[in-house]
């Protein structure tokens, strides 16, 4: 009988951690006598999408940086639950090679996760029509692109490996309300996929709609994280629960 319950046990451990995506326990990150980021816990749960919020400085691009391996962690343990070449990734500031077309930068990022041409071609087809990208575009220089067209290039490089686990800093940058309302929609076409997201914003009206769960991190330490149902039950709207939790 003992053996029986150690087994359900460990068995009910495992299929937890199976609905994980990211497990962060006590993730520090501390430069010189600064402490950037303090004991983090977080858990990111397969398909949903998370939002994480904070004022400007409070370490949310940080986190999301150790998450990715592009900067080293003080202490702490952190799991992925994918392979790397199944996450893509959208910077606050997208920067590239900017004497290379839009569709020469996609063919090159496709053949980095050993895409053959046709296949991202058929990808760069698809993603034109949902993010309004005229094909002309596409074969004109980066450099002659505005701020709004190469985030939506941006988007298309994060998602042409279809990564599983999608990070996304401030998608929204830059963007007119017809190139959010865009990317709005491209985001919830993800969620019906299944796909796992995780992003941070200042645009809380779009947080408030897209996502599943949010936290809320503040000078490196998270304060909250809760259901988006539950913040709404409880407040008139996302802004005011930041404004309050921020403030308290």
Known sequence: MLIFFIFAKIQTALNSRKN????????????????????????????????????????KTTL????????????????????????????????????????????????LFDLKEDKIKQKIENFSQKLSFERNDLKRKIKDYSKGMKQRLGFMQALINDPS??????????????????????????????????????????????????????????LVVDEMKNVLKKHENLEDFFVQTIES
């Open 20 to 59: 994980k995506m990211l497990v962060i326990q006590n993730l520090s990150k501390k430069v010189r006598e600064y402490e950037i980021l303090q004991n983090i816990n977080l858990e990111v749960r397969q398909g949903e999408t998370f939002g994480f919020l904070g004022p400007n400085g409070a370490g």
């Open 64 to 111: 999301v940086k150790i998450i990715l391996g592009l900067m080293q962690k003080t202490s702490g343990d952190l799991e992925l639950e994918c392979d790397k070449k199944q996450i893509g990734y959208l910077s606050e500031y997208p920067y590239f090679y900017e004497y290379l077309t839009g569709e020469e930068l996609l063919l090159f990022t496709g053949k």
């Open 165 to 222: 686990l999608i990070f996304l800093d401030e998608p929204f940058s830059g963007l007119d309300p017809i190139g959010r309302k865009t990317i709005r929609d491209l985001i919830f076409d993800l969620k019906k996929e299944g796909k796992t997201i995780f992003f941070n914003s200042h645009i809380l009206s779009d947080i408030e709609q897209l996502c599943d769960r949010i936290g809320i991190i503040h000078k490196g330490e998270i």
